[in-house]
């Protein structure tokens, strides 16, 4: 008896081949044992595919790109006496396995005999995408040349061969490939029959009697096949990529998604590829000269992987996505993946989401080509891959809205405006981050006046108008739009109306109910626009139900309100206004919904756009990934210094005077109690102190304003975010402001002079020789790259009014240009412009080098700082917060703190890609590990699976290190669990999140409803809510004792801060996380850990402790003219980022219990008790206002915040004015 081995990946659905394969052997090599394995018993390392490995006669290898696995293959193909090796299609490590006679594989093409070197350099024509292509016609030209081979060559020809046979799958050439290696290989006497070649493009219908050479010839065919009716319209045109090896193999699913789509009087144009030639369909297949003068209306990618390369190009992600941008903006069409799973059952998949290697193939590949609406198409069911129904059905309905928004002109499109107001009576109604609403909107719906569309009588005469009108939206009285009983009954299928009935009760439930029979949709409708409110999540004050139901869904009015959306007022398109709402957020699978996923019920039958910062991928793809959604990414706000004023200018004059004192005086006081002089700190020391503080605030970047969609900042506005840019050092070059240090200009003069070469010779004309530096000019290639990437800043900030052309765009049908989303102070013009389809990172490639170099200086300098206040003892164990957020834009750096913490570093494959986090032997490492307790936001466990099963690998690697507990607490820790009565699996779990499926601590939730009595439970609250681990096989386990036991060993929460927009004081997610963690481990241990959090802007590192840094902020923001003022200039939006800061004091006081009493006694003064501000919230935001003083009260009530009975008594006052007033505006407005 023969036995090869064939270990084939990607391959878990084609066994019916195989038993063709078999029956057609068994006439002549009846001898052959044919044991055939894939990828999944690699990983799971399978004692019967070693054994397998151990006997083989012939070993066939293919489609292996993980190097885990492949380190265990090339182990267990080394103990095999294998007489010969064949590896295709896999990584060099694995290539290298190769062995025929004397013919070995590099992988590289330098492999290849020089002839064949030659052909290849011809074929791509100096194209570079064109390069993995050019591969597949080599082998057509091999197959040629096969015969004119010298005998030196021969095992080299069965090699190639071999290929050749294997690139054409079906069973009769793969049944004479097995012949050839056992004539070849194994000296046995059987007869080869000629290869016969299979097209590697073409097109196949189900219903055609062959394959077409081409889309021309097809399209002849299938216009016979289905002809026009007379008179009709022509039907859009969908072109379908798919794999060829699917369609030689009969893979069912290719014709019934062919079979929905002509079902729904569209046209298909199926074409089939052999994997890396998609972008070559795109150039030169999908163009009217070859589809007789038709264009296509949509292209629709069943593979996944990038358009250029395929799955080849996916060891080289987004390497080729400006050539890919480029060929799909030509084409100009929507580009979806609709692609069933290859390497999952329908089982696995509905249990557990798309795996970590699919979603890569599935997601963040084609992600970065601009893709759209993915839909999980089908998974293996009984040895084949399938499509199912409702999948289908969801392709159609995404396919039939896009193509329909391409036919229709711009007065027939249906367009709804989606807006925000959670919790509602805040004065958040209409409000997103970064984002003036009313006047985006106001702008958006000007541009889409001009271009044709029906606004109706719209209030677009500006937009405190528009703020007016959308305010008085809220009223219930008297609803534009309800939803009945018998309506909601036809709008949900019966198995989600029974859900939302054992979840909220009979209809119509207690949410917005109108009368007995309704719910009210809060809408204003504008001819053919419509802007309406989102219905809040659950019932305000009670968001328990929402943070504990583990059968939570949406209730009725929320339901009501998308399904009303669609199938009722019609809507052909749906924008979603800034970031962000909460419908990509519902529960269900994390990805690859299925249709009891309620995200899939709400977004999933029109085309759904999304107005999204460019600096902030990560919340973006949830609304991608699980809201169907296009991302159509807008600036962030100015920014601006924060300079010094009032008190703080009193303090400098104070400690100007104070310096001149000869001699100084033993005591000082500059009049901030923040800084105060320290027992036996020296006067010079202080007042030394006391200047870095006021220097620090006063250069201190802050943002200025609001965007408004569609509108560029003014020039002079941008100079504060060039100069931040120019600040980051880059590419080995030195940041502006250290090269103009080192060109001679003073630490006083430095900023002065950098804010002078932006002004005069960046956004002004000054040549850089004219500008003084200081005691030399800069160096002449200096400046000049400081010019360029200055200017390319200043162009992209202006090429905003693009946004708008990108929106009405999308709205006409049309492609929009992908872009990674990036902060533009880290990225500088990389971030730029905005207007473009944010997409993610490289998931293989984190941490990149830079960031393992700058993540290893922070846990240097955190490792550093707590020793200091410790008496030099290292901390046993840190909780460190992390977030997709800062993982995206700073490519990993928290990731990288995390393992340089830890004692490990990234190692890479022969791809470039990290297959491993590796342990640094203590020798080397030089300190004891630290153990982590890592509390991973909900949309980092769903973007970067396989950064955590990395990290998992690496924790249950050092819990199981032969090293001292003293050296290793993981270990140690680990040990401790065990003893306590836990299993080895579950003390080795070391990151933590929400269950799969849902989302954010509940902290932050119970603060904004004020649904919490003693700080004891929203402790609890975190617990609860982040107990489930993941990583390795956890998938989302619950481990409440262990999160529990894990607390009360930390010792530091850590966690770094990003970028300039989002502070402590600027969003409820810091105190939601670290902030619960600090308040959880308090609890635990019966002491509150230091809080310690890291930003690294513009370059430089600083470690501030929690109660520092809120100090900063309250100072050079939330206290500070330069920040309220705009934000009170842009009315209603502005007032409501004002109102949004007292919630996220008493937060922090909640959680930390770290906000200063003068913090909120200036707070009071300026925002409340000076009467001129406070009208002014009051007019442009009453809620906004009203929210302010019951924050302030609620303080005071909670022990947060001290303040006298006459304070207390004014503030209530006011309040009740204040709610007076809200009256008497909304009953103006009824």
Same mark, same amino acid.
């Given at each position: ?74 182990? %267990? ?39 064949? %070197? ?213 084409? !100009? ?674 603060? !904004? ?86 930003? %690294? ?107 006298? !009975? ?25």
């Amino acid at each position: 008896m023969t036995h090869m081995t064939f270990v084939l990946g990607m391959e878990r659905f084609n066994a019916h081949l195989w038993d063709e394969v078999l029956a057609d052997l068994a006439h002549d090599a009846p001898g052959i044992h044919i044991a055939r394995f894939h990828d999944g018993h690699v990983e799971q390392r399978d004692p019967q595919l070693a054994q397998a490995l151990a006997r083989a006669d012939i070993i066939f290898v293919t489609l292996i790109n993980e190097r885990g696995m492949a380190d265990w293959l090339t182990q %267990q193909v080394g103990q095999s006496s294998a007489r010969a090796v064949f590896a295709f299609e896999s990584m060099p490590e694995v290539m290298a396995l190769n062995r025929v006679g004397e013919y070995r594989v590099s992988g590289s093409r330098s492999a290849l005999p020089k002839p064949m %070197q030659a052909v290849l350099q011809l074929i791509t024509r100096g194209r570079d995408e064109d390069t993995l292509y050019a591969y597949t016609r080599l082998t057509r030209v091999a197959a040629r040349l096969l015969p004119l081979m010298p005998a030196k060559l021969s095992d080299f020809r069965t090699w190639l061969s071999v290929n050749l046979y294997w690139n054409q799958p079906d069973a009769a050439n793969i049944a004479q490939m097995v012949r050839l290696i056992a004539r070849d290989c194994l000296g046995m006497a059987l007869q080869v029959a000629p290869l016969q070649p299979i097209p590697t493009m073409g097109c196949a219908h189900p219903a055609a009697p062959r394959p077409f050479a081409t889309p021309e010839e097809y399209l002849r065919w299938y216009r016979r096949h289905r002809p026009t009716k007379r008179g009709a319209a022509e039907r859009p045109l969908v072109a379908l990529i798919t794999f060829r090896k699917h369609i030689v193999q009969r893979q069912s699913y290719q014709n019934a998604l062919i079979a929905a789509l002509e079902a729904a009087d569209l046209d298909v144009l199926p074409i089939f590829v052999s994997g890396i030639e998609m972008h070559v369909v795109v150039r030169e297949w999908l163009v009217p000269a070859m589809l007789g003068g038709r264009r296509i209306d949509m292209l629709i990618n069943t593979m996944g992987f990038p358009l250029v390369g395929g799955p080849a190009g996916s060891t080289r992600p987004g390497h080729y996505r400006e050539q890919s941008a480029a060929l799909l903006a030509a084409l !100009d069409v929507p580009y979806m993946i609709a692609q069933p799973l290859q390497m999952q059952s329908e089982a696995e998949w509905r249990e557990r989401g798309v795996a970590p290697m699919q979603a890569v193939i599935m997601y963040d590949l084609p992600e970065m080509d601009g893709s759209v609406a993915p839909v999980t198409l089908g998974a293996i069911r009984e040895r084949e891959i399938v499509a199912l129904p409702d999948r289908l059905a969801r392709v159609v309905r995404q396919v039939s809205g896009w193509t329909r928004l391409r036919r229709l002109a711009a007065h027939e499109r249906r367009v709804a405006f989606v807006l925000y107001n959670f919790p509602p009576g805040l004065g958040k109604l209409g409000t997103a981050a970064l984002l003036d609403v009313p006047a985006s909107l106001q702008q958006v719906l000007g541009r889409m006046r001009e271009q044709g569309y029906d606004l109706g009588s719209a209030p677009l005469g500006s937009a405190a108008d528009l703020a007016r009108a959308i305010d008085a939206m809220a009223d219930t009285a008297s609803p534009e739009h309800v939803v009945t009983r018998e309506q909601f009954r036809a709008l949900v299928p019966d198995r989600q109306a029974a859900r939302i009935e054992g979840s909220w009760g009979a209809w119509p439930g207690a949410i917005a109910p109108h009368g007995r029979d309704a719910v009210r949709i809060e809408t204003r409708t504008y001819g053919k626009v419509l802007i309406g409110i989102q219905p809040p999540m659950g019932v305000p004050g009670d968001p328990m139900r929402l943070l504990f139901d583990p059968a939570f869904t949406p209730h009725h009015q929320y339901v009501a309100f998308y399904r009303w959306l669609t199938d009722v007022w019609g809507a052909h398109a749906v924008v979603h206004v800034g970031m962000h709402g909460t419908a990509e957020w519902m529960p269900g699978l994390q990805l690859g919904l299925t249709d009891e996923c309620w995200p899939d019920l709400l977004l999933g039958d029109v085309p759904q756009l999304y107005l999204y910062p460019l600096n902030n991928p990560a919340e973006g793809l949830m609304a991608r990934r699980r809201g169907y959604a296009t991302l159509v990414s807008h600036l962030v706000p100015p920014y601006a210094r924060a300079g010094l004023y009032r008190r703080l200018s009193q303090a400098q004059a104070l400690l100007q005077h104070l310096e001149q004192c000869d001699p100084l005086p033993e005591t000082a006081d500059v009049g901030l109690p923040e800084v105060q002089q320290r027992a036996d700190e020296p006067t010079a020391a202080y007042l030394l102190r006391a200047r870095g503080y006021l220097r620090d605030l006063e250069q201190r970047l802050i943002l200025d304003g609001l965007h408004v969609f569609g509108r560029a900042p003014a020039r002079e506005r941008s100079a504060a975010l060039i100069e931040a840019a120019l600040d980051v050092p880059r590419e080995g070059h030195a940041g502006l402001l250290e090269a103009l240090q080192a060109a001679g200009v003073s630490d006083a003069d430095g900023a002065g002079r950098r804010q002078a070469f932006v002004l005069e010779c960046i956004l002004g004309t000054l040549p850089p020789e004219r500008f003084a530096a200081g005691d030399a000019p800069l160096p002449g290639a200096l400046a000049r790259r400081f010019i360029t990437e200055g200017r390319a800043i200043a162009a992209g900030l202006q090429a905003a009014p693009g946004e708008l052309d990108a929106l009405l765009h999308a709205l006409g049908g049309g492609y929009v240009l992908p872009h990674t989303g990036a902060d533009p102070v880290r990225a500088g013009a990389a971030a730029l412009p905005s207007g473009r389809n944010l997409h993610g990172i490289d998931p293989w490639r984190l941490p990149s080098d830079a960031a393992m170099r700058r993540g290893t200086a922070m846990a240097t300098a955190l490792l550093d700082r707590h020793r200091a206040a410790n008496a030099g003892a290292w901390p046993a164990t840190v909780a460190l917060a992390l977030w997709a957020l800062d993982t995206i834009k700073s490519e990993g750096e928290s990731l990288a703190t995390a393992l340089a913490l830890l004692g490990a570093r990234p190692e890479r494959d022969g791809q470039g890609k990290i297959w491993r986090f590796a342990p640094i032997p203590l020798a080397e490492l030089g300190r004891p590990r630290v153990d982590l307790l890592l509390d991973i936001s909900s949309i980092f466990r769903d973007t970067f699976q396989l950064s955590l099963d990395l990290l998992d690998a690496l924790f249950r690697a050092l819990a199981a290190a032969d090293e001292p507990e003293e050296l290793n607490p993981i270990r140690a820790h680990a040990l401790s669990l065990v003893r306590d009565g836990a299993d080895w699996e579950a003390a080795t779990a070391r990151i933590f999140t929400q269950a799969p499926g849902m989302y954010g601590t509940g902290v932050d939730e119970r603060i !904004d409803e004020s649904a919490w009595d003693e700080r004891s439970e929203l402790a609890e609250t975190y617990v609860q809510r982040s107990a489930y681990t993941y990583g390795g096989g956890r998938g989302g386990a619950a481990a409440p004792e262990i999160l529990r036991g894990m607390l009360r060993s930390v010792e530091h929460v850590f966690q770094p801060i990003d970028s300039v927009e989002y502070g402590l004081t600027d969003m409820q997610h810091y105190y939601g996380h670290s902030g619960a963690i600090q308040l959880a481990a308090a609890q635990a241990r019966g002491r509150a850990p230091a809080l310690t959090y890291a930003e %690294q802007q513009a370059g430089t590192l600083t470690l501030n402790d929690a109660a520092d840094l809120l100090r900063v902020e309250a100072r050079a923001k939330i206290l500070n003219p330069r920040w309220y003022e705009p934000l009170l200039d842009h009315g209603f939006a502005g007032a409501a980022e004002i109102g949004n800061r007292f919630t996220y004091l008493v937060g922090w006081g909640a959680t930390a219990g770290n906000v200063d009493g003068w913090v909120f006694d200036d707070a009071a003064a300026t925002f409340v008790f000076d009467d001129a501000v406070r009208q002014r919230l009051a007019d442009a935001n009453p809620r906004a206002a009203r929210n302010a003083v019951a924050r302030l009260l609620e303080a005071h009530g909670r022990g947060i915040w001290e303040a006298d !009975d006459a304070t207390i008594e004014r503030l209530r006052a006011i309040h009740g004015d204040l709610e007076d007033h809200l009256e008497g505006a909304l009953g103006n407005a009824r």
